[in-house]
């Protein structure tokens, strides 16, 4: 049994006409009665009666019509959603981003890329840079927007898609709180509160690396795992700390954010994606994300 005698049954069942059936399909009427003598021969059973007036389905042709149309949409519905899977336009995407990218980055292009892409379905979690590392290498992450720097992972392909500067945060209360830019020797001896170390190794050791070219070996009171956290204990007093300026563009605490007059790395994030563990619909995310990001940059 073959598709096009399927489709050749159906438009008969439709019309009622051979003659009107062959033009509508582009078929000679011999050839299109073979079709459907084939068909019959393979379901074994007549499905229409026909003489020089009319053609009309038999009750076996109505009981088949119904349920040939329906398997012949599920076939066709398959065949659409396997080109767009072949295509990167079907699938799951399980992204993990950490919380500033979370902010404007993750959502505007997930926000872009559904529009072109309805079919594509997102898991989206908020995770800290070091599980993402791990979660991307072992196959349960597809997508990661994490802080850079990470070190070398041969295992991972990963890009840059955002760079912003980095900023003091200050309480409110603090002395410098009403200065717009600051250099980073005016705080030497003053409390830090850091970023801990286990869960982004790169951003912690980038951030002493700029405390320490400013000749400055900060007195940490504490550590947190999250930004917001840390912006939280500089709002209590606890502490100063070194931010990307987004973090604390959002942010309702009680803080200041003081431009660094020194010159310091930039904060950056990536998007990083596994070299093992790839499909059409990360690498069609991944092309899209990079095409948007340089594209705002253009702008």
Known sequence: MELRQIRSFLSIAETLHFGRTAELIHL??????????????????????????????????????????????????????????????????????????????????????????????????????????????????????????????????????????????VPSSHKLAKRKRVRLREVAGQDFVMYERAYAPGFHDLMFGILRDARIAPNVTQTAVEIPMLISLVASGMGITILPASAVKHSVASVVACTIVDRIPMSEIGIAVSKRFRTAVVDNFRSFALKNVRHSRNL
């Open 28 to 169: 000679s009427q011999p050839a299109l009665s073979l079709q459907i003598r084939a068909l019959e021969e393979e379901v074994g059973v007549r499905l229409f009666e026909r003489n020089r007036r009319k053609t009309t389905l038999t009750a076996a042709g109505f009981a088949f019509r119904d349920d040939a149309a329906a398997a012949l949409s599920q076939l066709e519905q398959a065949i659409r959603r396997a080109r767009l899977a072949a295509s990167g336009k079907l699938g799951l995407l399980r992204i993990g981003f950490v919380s500033t990218a979370g902010s404007e980055i993750v959502p505007n292009i997930v926000r872009q890329f559904r529009e072109s892409n309805p079919e594509v379905e997102f898991s989206l979690r908020n995770i800290l840079t070091a599980q993402q590392v791990q979660m991307l290498e072992a196959g349960s992450l597809d997508i990661g927007f994490l802080r850079l720097p990470i070190g070398e992972q041969s295992a991972l392909d990963v890009v840059t898609v955002h760079r912003e500067p980095f900023v003091l945060v």
